[in-house]
């Protein structure tokens, strides 16, 4: 849905005790009155493209779960009153018709304010109610995590609600993103287009001007952990910020009249290299040539723009500048213009899917804190030092996230090193240190914030609701039409045609993927637990299918893995012995392995499956599975039958050298299986093209949310490369 309304801020669980306690804290509050709403708006962790979206360029954040809660109610005069649970802030109240918002303020709710009145300008003629408030937060203050943006977020958000007005989350974005200066602070708005707009399981590319969103797969495999350097700076409370954003608009200004340009209508870095057509190196070069690195002072900048210091002031500064104020602008220009191109190959190296991707991730983070810390200056000792033993404790890249001078660094780590990482820095930066500050808040300054975690998944049962009962507990999900083992059975071989098998088993390993990037074990993969719905092709107006690939009669299976009974947190370097999952299904390991099992015993799950789905039979029957080790050695007994001489070589290459591997160690992980050969199929992707596309239509015609990502299976790269074989094989069809 592209507009906001009240599920839009309504928390994924309404029920959760956080919740819970939320409204009983609300009527304690006010005289026993219950809530009416709840909204929220998540912090933000910025991967890269630090002090770059005030001057107009692309930013690369993700949302994180540490959020702003309002609980409210709407009352019928214009009273706002407002709560805060942290008892530090002050409880407050103001007129709804009549306020005024103040930077030179303590008052917490100023923020508050901000967003209100962004609904005021946008909406004049509609009258606002008063409302009772209550907020809780879970985002560090003054950390780099956008605490008073989603503040104000929220504020806009709860007005929104309040009073039934609908508007687009583009606009809400923009809005929240203009109204928090009135607070003084001078923003690019990359804050709020990641609070109003994150979508579940990705991080964002966010354009502006207009504003711009695409969805950014990471790298499987990688996990961001955010570290407080326990530090805090106000960004409207200080200096610091406000004349960055003035260093680079004077630093455009200048470079603009050395072209010839008007430069009074031309104020940030982007808005000069779209006039003038630069690449972002040219511009950089142009201004290390044109910029000398000493200090400017007013008088000088005003000398080469011709105008006086008061004119400069009127037209790029704000009144109460410092006159004696001295401005870097070479250096500021140089991180803007390097950093803006850091940002886009990051996401290049994202949709690249490189197998040295990481590296590179990483140290294109650690040229970001450089650039910060040396050409920018926003970073601090306590950052530095930080950003360090992140580095030293087996983090790929670590830099600071957020304004700086303070607050966060934002570590790239690979999954399988998270628990030592988080382990090292725990140590090293705060419980062996001298200042109690940190050793106090050690362990609520360290978290993980792992891309996907905890939201739906297309290829993973979505879980609708759970509620209790004192003799059980009743979960609800997504219906499904059928499972594997029913499909198999009833299908008029017998047993699945070589290409829907590859589309079922390429999902079933889409969804292993998802859980093992987030070290979660299955370990009860089996037909019965992968469900299948049937998509419908979609009505057009013409008989003739939109897929090259499809028959009058092909199925379109999406998969959805269910029944996590069994399933445990578990690394792929982490054993466990419990005896878990089906006997037929499981991995030799589970049963003789001394060292246990972890997450790869699904790969060998997914090989049985695939067996199974084949041939209609599994490898073994129940009383020899015990013998599974034994069998398997001797693979030629296995494969023997009629149907077996009508497979591919590449579908008995992926199951006998691949999947049911008897040492783990030399088993296919996921994200290897999905680049076997035998997934190298142009049907395939076609064919995977469609499943995503009916799911799609499927879920709007639902009047639900799309899947995020909206391709989960393919990814518009390979559209070029499929493109081109297709090209080519025409081609060689025509000469045959």
Request: aromatic share 8%; proline share 3%.
């Amino acid at each position: 849905m592209d507009t906001v309304s009240i599920t839009d801020g309504i928390p994924q669980n309404p029920n959760e005790e956080r919740f819970k306690q939320l409204v009983e804290k609300f009527k304690v509050n006010y005289n026993g009155i219950q809530p009416q709403f709840l909204c929220r708006a998540p912090g933000r962790v910025n991967l890269i493209g630090e002090h770059i979206d005030y001057c107009g360029y692309s930013v690369l954040p993700m949302a994180i779960d540490q959020d702003i809660v309002s609980v409210f109610a709407t009352c019928d005069n214009n009273e706002v009153k407002i709560h805060n649970t942290d008892e530090s802030f002050e409880a407050g109240s103001f007129n709804m018709e009549n306020f005024s918002i103040s930077y030179e303020k303590s008052d917490w709710y100023e923020y508050f304010k901000c967003g209100i009145q962004g609904i005021r300008d946008k909406f004049p003629d509609i009258k606002l109610k008063g409302m009772k408030v209550l907020i809780d937060g879970t985002i560090p203050r003054s950390a780099g995590l956008s605490s008073s943006s989603a503040l104000v977020v929220c504020a806009a958000l709860t007005t929104v609600i309040a009073n039934g007005i609908t508007i687009s989350k583009n606009d809400l974005a923009e809005l929240c993103a203009e109204c928090e200066k009135y607070i003084g602070t001078q923003g690019g708005g990359m804050d709020q287009a990641a609070s109003c707009l994150a979508r579940s399981g990705s991080a964002m590319l966010i354009s502006f001007n207009p504003l711009r969103i695409q969805d950014v797969t990471l790298p499987v495999g990688c996990a961001f952990v955010v570290t407080h350097s326990l530090t805090e700076v106000n960004k409207a409370a200080s200096d610091h910020f406000n004349i960055r954003v003035s260093e680079c608009r004077l630093a455009t200004q200048i470079l603009a009249h050395a072209k010839g340009l008007d430069w009074r209508s031309i104020r940030k870095p982007c808005e000069l290299q779209n006039a003038l057509g630069f690449a972002t190196s040219d511009l950089e070069n142009f201004a290390i040539d044109t910029l000398h690195e000493v200090p400017y002072t007013l008088d000088e900048i005003a000398g080469l723009l011709n105008v006086t210091v008061d004119e400069l002031i009127s037209i790029s500064l704000k009144a109460n500048i410092n006159r004696e104020q001295k401005f870097e602008l070479c250096n500021r220009i140089k991180h803007v213009l390097s950093e803006a191109n850091r940002v886009l190959l990051f996401k290049q190296v994202c949709d690249s899917n490189t197998h040295d991707g990481l590296e590179t991730l990483g140290e294109l983070m650690n040229q970001s804190h450089n650039s910060c810390a040396r050409l920018y200056e926003c970073s601090s000792n306590e950052l530095d030092q930080l950003t360090d033993i992140c580095r030293q404790s087996g983090a790929l890249g670590s830099r600071l996230t957020g304004a700086g001078w303070g607050g966060c660094a934002v570590s790239l780590v690979r999954q399988e090193n998270l628990h030592e990482f988080i382990a090292n820095v725990r140590d090293k930066f705060y419980i062996n240190s001298k200042d109690t500050k940190r050793v106090n808040n050690a362990d609520q300054s360290i978290f993980p914030t792992l891309p996907g975690c905890g939201i739906y998944a297309p290829n993973i049962l979505k879980l609708e609701a759970h509620f209790e009962r004192d003799d059980a507990v009743y979960i609800v999900t997504e219906r499904m039409e059928t499972d594997l083992c029913n499909y198999i059975t009833s299908s008029k071989d017998g047993y699945l045609h070589e290409d829907i098998c590859r589309m079922l088993t390429y999902q079933v390993i889409v969804a292993l993927r998802y859980l093992h990037a987030n070290n979660c074990g299955h370990l009860d993969v089996k037909c019965d637990n992968i469900l299948l719905s049937l998509l419908q092709p979609i009505p057009t107006n013409s008989d003739k299918s939109s897929n090259k690939g499809e028959t009058s009669n092909q199925d379109f299976p999406l998969v959805k893995l269910a029944d996590f009974g069994y399933s445990r947190m578990i690394g792929e370097h982490s054993f466990r012995k419990t005896h878990v999952g089906t006997r037929v299904y499981n991995a030799p390991e589970i049963h003789h392995s001394k060292e246990g099992y972890n997450r790869l015993a699904d790969m060998w799950s997914v090989g049985i499956v695939l067996y199974a789905a084949l041939s209609g039979t599994l490898p073994f029957e129940e009383k020899d599975c015990l013998r599974a080790e034994e069998i398997f050695r001797d693979k030629g007994t296995i494969f023997t039958g009629q149907r077996w001489g009508k497979v591919s070589k590449d579908v008995l290459d992926l199951i006998s050298n691949h999947l049911l591997v008897v040492q783990p160690t030399s088993r296919a992980r996921a994200n290897e299986a999905l680049f076997h050969n035998w997934f190298t199929d142009f049907l395939l992707y076609q064919n995977l093209r469609e499943i995503e596309k009916r799911t799609r239509h499927l879920m709007t015609t639902k009047q639900l949310d799309p899947p995020s990502p909206l391709t989960w299976l393919t990814s518009e790269r390979e559209d070029l490369v499929w493109t081109e074989y297709q090209t080519l094989y025409a081609k060689s069809k025509k000469k045959n």
